[in-house]
């Protein structure tokens, strides 16, 4: 979905009890004593650790009947670890709790995270024709595997695991690229296909995750 203004944050935030805003993590959101969690700035790597995630989540505890919002931003600051942390709290949702992240990288965040939550584009900024920061090589794999037909996957999966210079990492990054540019692909076209192919990613990335065999599943989850 798209929104217009930073003022209509607070309004569809309102909404869900998590929600996505591709925007930039400075974009000020007006609703009354709002949340923050920032990486910390002491610290040189810009990251926002797991012990930052639950001193903020610990702030739900109290027992509210209005609504209250907990803004993560950047988002994509949250490294894997802390992001599965934030999952467990996501999942179980408490009355009057809205988390929102504010991240322009949206592959960054575990898919997971975004299959459940409800995500916005600003459209005036021209996020959804603007192509995600990757490099040629990565861009390159990933359209290869939205591409794929399931015939081509054996030899595709053949090839992006063949060098001993690849980590999974590395094919994460691509499986992630890839399913941003089919929710950037849908919302730009309205095409369903680009929907159609994306549980089938979004399996796969949970899978490699988890330290599944890549070539395998790279066949048989998008197959």
Known sequence: MFFDDPSDI???????????????PDTKISVNTPLYLHPDE????RIISV?????????????????????????DAMNEATQ??????????????????LTEQTHSLLPTIRSRAQI???????IIDTPPA??????????QLISASAKDL??????LTKS??????????IVGLAIELLYKSYFKTGNPKFLTKLPNFLNLYDHLTQNCHIKLHLVADLC
């Open 84 to 101: 599965n942390a934030f999952l467990k709290t996501f999942e179980e949702p408490k009355a009057f709790c809205h988390f929102v992240l």
């Open 10 to 24: 607070s309004r569809l935030a309102q909404k869900v009890s998590c929600s996505i805003f591709v925007a930039p």
């Open 154 to 159: 054996p030899a595709l999966a053949a090839d």
């Open 120 to 126: 916005f584009y600003l459209r005036q900024r021209g």
């Open 51 to 75: 012990e930052q995630l639950r001193d903020f989540l610990a702030l739900t505890n109290s027992r509210e009947t209005r609504d209250r919002f907990f803004i993560i931003t950047p988002a």
């Open 42 to 45: 002491s610290k040189t790597t």
């Open 134 to 143: 990757a490099k040629d090589q990565v861009m390159a794999a990933a359209k």
């Open 164 to 173: 001993k210079s690849s980590t999974r990492q590395q094919i994460l990054d």
